[in-house]
């Protein structure tokens, strides 16, 4: 055991002394961004957050290689998130019709209400701040799941697979926020089935996430979605069931039996969006079938399976004598004995 007058407190000086000016440089060059970002915008965007994780990724010695593999999906997010404010330029809501397919799918096993209302009864804190962890999980789980299947040294195409599948989920769902932009429970619960105005005030979109700033005395997660949700009107599908079903999808596919408690992921994600009346249940199925289908697309297409080079019984005799007699092959060939 290193005792105190052991302990090399010329080296904690030394890593102080060369990493203190680089992480104050660095905490100002991110202070800096998000306030002029926001002066131009008037709001944080997913493009703030992926930015600020790269840095940090770069800063602890990823550099060249984390830049060459995650390049492709930072630069279709940063696309995805200028695109999806774009989304909800239609002037018509699709209010009542997601509402109406709700209640006539779901209405009989809930005693006549939609799920997200029926569960209302039910509020309380326990379940008010389990909910509003894993659902504010959406950005997070998908990333450090990219991030094990990305470290893995000897095969990363897994990492790929996830990547792609991401982005081409993230995509078929921008094309239905552009064609069919539903509002989502929470609108229906406060307004009826009126059309959103002018006068729709952006922090309201936090929907059942607002009691917990109401009991913590804050306006945390008001602030959040006033700012960083681009698009309040793009709740069909959901893609935070898409992106929590992807992590325990290619978690167990990676990781086997181990991963299976995984799983829980997903079903309390799917539970909170209801919960928390910022998803109908059809936009959880619509959101897990985007992902089906671009998991089927990546792995038929882009990462499409090769056939081995021969099956088991058709290897040649002379590659099965170079791999399982190499010292005889060695004595018989008389150059290597020189």
Not at 45 to 62: A, D, K, P
Not at 84 to 89: E, V
Not at 139 to 160: Q, T, V
Request: zero cysteines; glycine letters at 4%.
């Amino acid at each position: 055991m290193i005792t105190f007058d052991e302990f090399d407190w010329r080296s904690i000086r030394r890593v102080a002394k060369d990493e203190i000016p680089e992480v104050t440089v660095g905490t100002v060059f991110l202070v800096t961004y998000f306030f002029l970002t926001y002066q131009v915008h008037n709001r944080f965007t997913i493009f703030n957050l992926i930015v600020t994780i790269v840095l940090i990724l770069i800063r602890f010695g990823f550099g060249k290689e984390f830049t060459r593999d995650w390049f492709p999906l930072i630069s279709f997010f940063v696309m995805y998130d200028l695109l999806r404010s774009l989304a909800d330029d239609n002037q018509y809501i699709h209010v009542r019709e997601p509402y109406e397919i709700e209640k006539i799918l779901f209405g009989s096993f809930f005693g006549g209400d939609i799920p997200a209302f029926w569960l209302d009864r039910f509020q309380n804190p326990v379940l008010d701040f389990l909910t509003a962890t894993l659902y504010s999980l959406h950005l997070f789980a998908p990333i450090l799941l990219g991030y094990f299947l990305w470290k893995n040294p000897e095969d990363k195409r897994p990492f790929f697979e996830f990547t792609w599948t991401l982005t081409i989920t993230s995509y078929l769902a921008l094309l239905t926020f552009w064609r069919f932009p539903a509002a989502p429970p929470w609108w229906v619960w406060g307004h009826g089935f009126t059309q959103p105005t002018a006068r729709f005030v952006p922090t309201e979109s936090a929907a059942g996430l607002r009691k917990i700033d109401n009991f913590l005395g804050i306006d945390l997660f008001s602030q959040v979605y006033g700012t960083l949700n681009s698009n309040p009107f793009a709740a069909v599908p959901s893609l935070h069931a898409a992106y929590s079903f992807m992590v325990a999808f290619f978690a167990i596919r990676n990781y086997g039996k181990k991963a299976i408690p995984v799983v829980l992921y997903p079903i309390g994600v799917f539970f909170s969006a209801v919960y928390l009346k910022h998803h109908y249940i059809i936009d959880l199925i619509m959101g897990t079938t985007y992902a089906l289908i671009a998991s089927y697309v990546v792995t038929r297409t882009i990462y499409k399976p090769t056939r081995p080079k021969y099956t088991e019984d058709e290897i040649p005799i002379d590659e099965v004598h170079e791999e399982k007699y190499p010292v005889l092959d060695h004595l018989s060939n008389p150059g290597h004995n020189r």
